[in-house]
Structure formats: C-alpha cells, structure tokens
C-alpha cells in the first residue's frame, strides 16, 4: 500500500491558544451546582461526625506520623437515661426542665431539617422537631417513637452548661488552647454513635470505597476537617457546607471487642496527594471573586481556617464550621481536571507543547502516513526485531510494535480476529519491559 502524499498543513497554535482550549475543558468538568456534595455537603447514615478531638492532633496523627487512629463509639462512662414525653407536655418544655437539672440547656437551634408525621408536627409544632433532631444529629440524644409520645435517651457524655452551649449546638471541636485532658492527644478518635450504629456505618463506608476502588480506580474516602458555611447571596437564609481539608483515609477492620460482640475499625492517610476542594475554589472566584486559601502540608488546619477567616471576613453570615466528618467524596473528575492544567506539568514536557494535543485543540493538521510494511519478509523482520514478547504476532504485527516503540503516534485498526488484541498486549509488555508506565483504557459497550 502505498503513502499518500503530504499535504499543505495547517499551522499548529500558540501555547495561549491552547491553554485557553484546556481551560474551556477543565471547566466542563466540574459541576458548580448544588447537587455536588463538595458545595452542599449533609451529613447521612454514610457518614461519621467526629466528636470532641482537636483538628490540629488529628491531621499530626494521620498525615504527619501516619499513625492509624482507632474510632470509638459512645465510651462506658456515658450515660443512659430513658424518659417518656407525653402528649400533654411539650419536648422542649420537658427537655428544659429534665436537662436543667443536669446543667441547662440551650432554648432554640435553627435548623433546616423536618420529620415526623402530620399529628406530631401540630401538637408540637416545627421549632421542637428542629430542636429534637438537632440534639440527635449532634449526639446528645435520641429517640424513638412510643405509644404515649416519644421514648427520649440521653447519651451525650456531658449537658453543656451556659459556658459551652455555643460550641454544643454548632457541634464544634474544641481549640488547642481550651483543653489539656489525655483523651485530646491519643490515637482515638470519639464519635457520638453507639457500638451497633459505628460498625454498620465503618463496614458500608469500608465497602462502597472498595467497590469504588475496583471499579475506577480512585480512592472516595476521605476525612473531612472543617466545612464553609456559606450562602449563595447577602438575602438568603440557605446555609450551605463545602468541607475544607480533605484527607484520603482507608478503613481496616481489625477485631470483634467480646464485651460488645462489634467489630473495632481504625483509619489510616493513605499517602495521597490531601486536595483542597478545587469546586468550591472555583465557585468563590466566579460567583463573590473571592480567592480559596491553598492549604499546604506544612501548616496546620487551625493556621488554615485562620487565613480563610481573613479572606471571608467581609461575608457576615459566612463562617468556618470547626468540625470532622468521614464520608465519600468523588473526585474522579477533579483528577481530570488538574491534569489538563498545564502549569502542573514539568516545563520540558508540559501538556500544551505536546503534538497531539495542540492539533486536538487548534484544528492544526498533524503528519501521517502509512507505516505499513508492505511485503516484508517476517524472517527479516524477526532477526532486526529487538523486544520480547508475550504472545505470538506476525511481520505486520511486529512491525507496528517497533515503530510504537520508536515513539511514533498510530492507530491499529482490522476486522475482528487480525490480532489487534495480541498486539496491545505485546506492546504493553514491550513497554513494561524497557521500564515505562503505560495508561490502557477502553470503552465496552453491551447489548441489552
């Protein structure tokens, strides 16, 4: 088969013409709306708050000594109380004078959660069903129903006096400088779910990320330290969460405790790269021109919530949420995204000065022409042919592994049963062998 003959070209672009092609990319990859969960994060069943633990020990333990740190779940000294709420008397009127004895509680909580059927709801109205289910939500109580109201335990470890109301209804994390006690600085993390609730969350958590991992090839679990709260304008009253700090954790299931007959789980970094939430980044810049803080291993998450402070100090209603939760995060495109960013790549080798890509991004004409051997004897081919290989292959076979392996762009195509297949796999060993990294990927389709 003979080459056609070259034609006029077209020019290649510019470096700029090309990033702002990659750019235009990178932005179709990110979903700036409020279903992604990297903007509007809730907590659920697949999540683990992080209770009384101090954000800068625990980023120390898991990223800096990479120490696996064990989750525990309501320890023995808390309590356990059971009261019935009748119909007659309001939760809140109960829960204030029941819990003022134990050392007050707060009067009323905002927020944006509803439940419970229609007759509950006008016996006791909107506010006291918030203010249930927040005191659930953050570990102080629960409840179930019952046939005169609602069967009420206490199991938070301690009732905030008037001094830590504040920090109990925003379910926040002590400060360094606000505690010295042993159980801030071990290699436990507290959370506020009883033995049955951590282990059924730890082993679906532990699950879904090792089917995620299997099936994309990208960790999705990570713990989250710190969350903006923030509104998408001046008027609204939406509170919105986008965690700050993500760090890639793993689960691992370690032994069955014979007192409580559940499973112990500990968490570990898993050395990926810790990712600042670059949807949130980018939402900030577009829509209030505000720059996102890039959080840097060699500072502490306190030092980063500091500076982010300065930047969002001028959002009244906009605050840095103190808090810890594990939970699934995608990022598989977000990987994507960085890639495409040319100042990532080493300057002698950056994406936007690669061939293929420009031609892809400007419409220039790249070269071609058949590589073909034509009728070349396989003996010859054989004695020149430097690789090993895996499987057998014939002159044209072997031919297109040497020039691939010369480092020139082709494309393999032939009807079903010529080798393609054999070929791929050849070449993948050929290059493994010389000491390259090779990305395969493919596009299965089915019929139903």
């Not at 990479?66 to 989750?71: F, T």
């Not at 959660?113 to 939500?137: A, M, Q, V, Y």
């Not at 960013?341 to 936007?352: A, V």
């Not at 290059?431 to 596009?443: D, E, N, P, Q, R």
Request: aromatic residues 8%.
């Amino acid at each position: 088969m003979e080459n056609s003959q070259p034609h006029k070209m077209k020019e290649s672009g510019t470096n700029q013409e090309v990033d702002k092609c990659l750019e235009q990319l990178r932005q179709k990859l990110l979903d700036l709306s409020l279903r992604n969960t990297l903007l509007n994060h809730k907590e659920t069943k697949r999540t683990i708050r992080i209770v009384d633990e101090l954000p800068d020990i625990t980023f120390k333990r898991l990223v800096v000594e990479q120490e696996s740190m064990i989750l525990l779940p309501m320890s023995d000294e808390l309590r356990a109380e059971t009261q019935i709420i009748e119909k007659e008397e309001s939760p809140i009127s109960f829960l204030m004078k029941y819990f003022h004895e134990k050392g007050g509680l707060f009067k009323s909580i905002n927020t944006i959660e509803s439940g419970f059927d229609k007759n509950f709801r006008e016996k006791f109205g909107e506010d006291c069903i918030n203010t249930l289910l927040h005191l659930k939500k953050i570990g102080i109580i629960d409840f179930e129903s019952a046939d005169k109201g609602l069967n009420i335990k206490l199991i938070s470890e301690d009732i905030p006096n008037d001094a830590s109301i504040k920090q109990i209804r925003n379910a926040e994390l002590p400060k360094n400088e606000e505690t010295n006690a042993k159980r801030h600085f071990d290699n436990k993390l507290q959370t506020p779910l009883t033995p049955s609730q951590l282990e059924s969350r730890c082993n679906r958590l532990r699950l879904d990320a090792k089917t995620a991992l299997e099936e994309t090839g990208c960790n999705f679990l990570y713990l989250s330290i710190g969350f903006l709260e923030w509104q998408e304008s001046d008027d609204s009253e939406r509170c919105l969460r986008a965690p700050l700090i993500l760090i890639p954790i793993e689960f691992e299931r370690i032994k069955i405790k014979r007192r409580t007959d559940y499973f112990t789980y500990k968490i570990s970094y898993t050395g990926e790269d810790i990712l600042e939430n670059i949807s949130l980044a980018e939402k900030l810049s577009k829509d209030f021109g505000i720059a996102l803080p890039l959080f840097k291993d060699n500072i502490n998450p306190e030092e980063y919530f500091s500076d982010l402070n300065e930047v969002i100090s001028h959002k009244k209603k906009w605050k840095i949420a103190r808090e810890m939760i594990i939970g699934t995060f995608s990022f598989s495109k977000i990987v994507m995204y960085r890639d495409l960013n040319s100042t990532m790549w080493p300057s002698n080798g950056s994406i936007n000065k690669h061939k293929l890509v420009n031609t892809l991004c400007t419409g220039g004409d790249y070269p071609s022409a058949s590589i073909l051997p034509g009728q070349t004897d396989i003996d010859e081919i054989s004695d020149n042919f430097e690789y090993s290989l895996i499987l057998d292959a014939d002159s044209s076979q072997m031919h297109t592994i040497e020039q691939s392996m010369k480092g020139k762009d082709l494309v393999i195509h032939g009807p079903p049963g010529t080798g393609k297949s054999q070929t791929i796999a050849n070449l993948i060993a050929c290059a493994m062998s010389c000491g390259k990294s090779v990305l395969y990927f493919t596009i299965q389709s089915c019929n139903a």
